[in-house]
């Protein structure tokens, strides 16, 4: 697993670009929606249906594990959150850091609420969700990742550490597919050529190894890192549109990119068809830090 060459590969870059505008999740629509334009307005639905689910006050301190260029993050801030910002990768701090610059230089780009005169609050800094080295124990109100789970080599050791450094009575949203429990019970449709697809996915996508073995869902891994309250949704008709169409338009060079043996360059139009035709769960999953009064009730692994 390499994510560094993953999110550096010109197909990535250009892809997140044209496509999502740096925006690198996806995005959120009515489940009866078929037609998926205009792109930028279902993504910032996505981002707004985060902010939603943490339930939290303005100014509430949240961090964003994962934030890439930092556009969710400014999304965030704009809406009143003060927001600590993380990526394990240099490249993407940096990006990041810019973008954030940007925004706050020009805050008449940022759509935020007419009555909010407070500039925004975002710091980006390079950790690793695996052993946070940024954030103070028990500092934060909530924490959110979108798509970024993914590349966790232990979910459990990850989780437990966001744990530890939220509030008693802290919030967690986390947008993932839900491949943990997906890989393990659903099968690819033509078994043999499908499953070689699945594994360059997997090597070139830098998704964890070992994750397609763990036989329980994203919300029974909160359960078992001692999170309360865990609920899951599953969003997955809401991003079906725009997969739907990329499916179609990208079927045709999947086929070839596999005959080619050219996946290491472009993976994600593997991992669209792979995804599509496996039916892989999109879940939004929330939970709570127990408070000190309930944390005798939880127990943890």
């Known amino acids: 697993m390499d994510i560094k060459r993953y999110y550096s590969a010109l197909e990535t870059r250009l892809g997140n670009w044209l496509l999502f505008g740096g925006r690198a999740h996806l995005a959120y629509y009515d489940a009866n929606t078929w037609w998926p334009f205009p792109i930028h307005r279902a993504l910032l639905a996505m981002e707004d249906h985060i902010f939603d689910s943490l339930q939290l006050d303005r100014r509430a301190r949240v961090l ?23 990526d394990v990768l240099a490249q993407q701090v940096d990006r990041a850091q810019r973008n954030v610059r940007r925004a706050i230089r ?19 800094r390079r950790d690793d969700y695996h052993h946070l080295v940024t954030v103070r124990p028990a500092s934060l109100d909530g924490i959110y990742t979108i798509e970024t789970l993914v590349h966790a080599s232990d979910l459990i050791a990850v989780l437990k550490e966001l744990r530890r450094v939220l509030k008693p009575g802290g919030r967690v949203a986390f947008y993932e597919y839900d491949h943990w429990a997906a890989a393990a019970q659903e099968k690819a449709k033509s078994s043999v050529e499908a499953s070689q697809a699945d594994e360059k996915v997997r090597e070139y996508g830098a998704i964890a190894p ?15 890192a001692g999170f309360c309250d865990v609920q899951e949704t599953d969003l997955s008709r809401n991003v079906r549109p725009l997969l739907r169409v990329l499916m179609a338009v990208l079927f045709i060079p999947c086929m070839l990119v596999l005959a080619l043996r050219l996946e290491a360059y472009c993976i994600n139009t593997i991992a669209v068809v792979v995804n599509y035709r496996r ?23």
């Not at 964003?64 to 993380?86: F, T």
Request: net charge negative.
């Open 64 to 86: 964003d594990a994962g934030c890439g260029d930092g556009q969710v993050a400014i999304h965030m801030a704009a809406k009143g959150l003060r927001v600590h910002a993380i």
């Open 106 to 124: 020009t805050p008449s780009q940022t759509p935020r609420p007419k009555d909010d005169a407070v500039a925004l609050d975002i710091v980006v």
């Open 279 to 301: 039916g892989w769960k999109y879940v939004a999953v929330t939970g709570r830090k127990p408070n000190e009064s309930e944390e005798s009730n939880v127990a943890t692994a």
């Open 210 to 224: 070992g994750s397609a073995a763990q036989p329980e869902s994203l919300a029974q891994s909160l359960v078992r």
